[in-house]
């Protein structure tokens, strides 16, 4: 089974400020990976799927990049309602895995 | 606009079977090439993928629960359903159905509460 890892497990960021979230893959994943965003409380939404495409409605400050087994979620200007934990997927292999979740909160 | 909707018991007694329904309303749950699945969150804590079914039948489960787990699709009534047997404590959790595409989950349920306690 692939294992998923998120770094860091939280962070404290202001609006405005850009975020990273870092997701790496136990093994090759191509780029079968997908990001999500969980407010309290609510189901998860989708934001990117394939590592890099954007979600249909998903504001473009929301980006994805990396292939392999290393990739990363940016923020490019935090705000107020990106206040969230942030998951990561893969989706190259069954049994489908999540990353432990990334929280981000206000500074 | 696809909608998912879970329901069933939101308390389970231990060593007994969760059962869970999931009626999808605004799509067909035979239409091709999407997979209908359930995932879990226990309180505080992060996501697990519990199992996915295709319109057909087929099934796919994490190994983790491939024990207890059966995922059943009713055409007919356009749903479909979730069974965990034996359940403890640590399987209390808000559970989701969704649907995917090729691995990626677009649509969710707003989730329910399942307590497992006596």
């Known amino acids: 089974d692939i294992q998923m890892t998120q770094s860091p497990s939280s962070l404290s960021a202001s609006v405005g400020d850009r975020v990273t979230i870092t997701c790496r893959a136990s093994?090759?994943?191509?780029?079968?990976l997908n990001w999500y965003q969980q407010k309290p409380g609510k189901a998860p939404k989708l934001l990117i799927y394939?590592?890099?495409s954007l979600q249909s409605g998903v504001p473009s400050r929301f980006s994805g990049s990396g292939s392999g087994t290393d990739f990363t979620l940016t923020i490019s200007s935090l705000q107020p309602e990106d206040f969230a934990t942030y998951y990561c997927q893969q989706s190259y292999s069954t049994p489908l895995a999540f990353g432990p979740g990334t929280k981000v909160d206000i500074k | 606009q696809l909608q998912l909707q879970e329901s069933g018991p939101g308390l389970v007694k231990p060593s007994e079977t969760l059962s869970l329904t999931c009626t999808v309303s605004g799509g067909s749950i035979s239409s091709s090439s999407y997979y209908w699945g359930w995932i879990r969150q226990p309180p505080g804590k992060g996501l697990e993928w519990i199992g996915s079914?295709?319109?057909?039948?087929?099934?796919y489960y994490n190994p983790s629960l491939k024990s207890r787990v059966t995922i059943s699709v009713d055409t007919s009534k356009n749903q479909f359903s979730l069974k965990l047997s034996s359940v403890t404590a640590a399987d209390t959790a808000v559970y989701y159905c969704?649907?995917?595409?090729?691995?990626?989950?677009?649509?969710w349920g707003q989730g329910t509460l399942v307590t497992v306690s006596s």
């Open positions: 079914i295709y319109y057909s039948g087929s099934t």
């Open positions: 394939a590592a890099s």
């Open positions: 969704a649907r995917r595409l090729e691995g990626v989950i677009a649509d």
């Open positions: 093994q090759s994943i191509s780029s079968y």
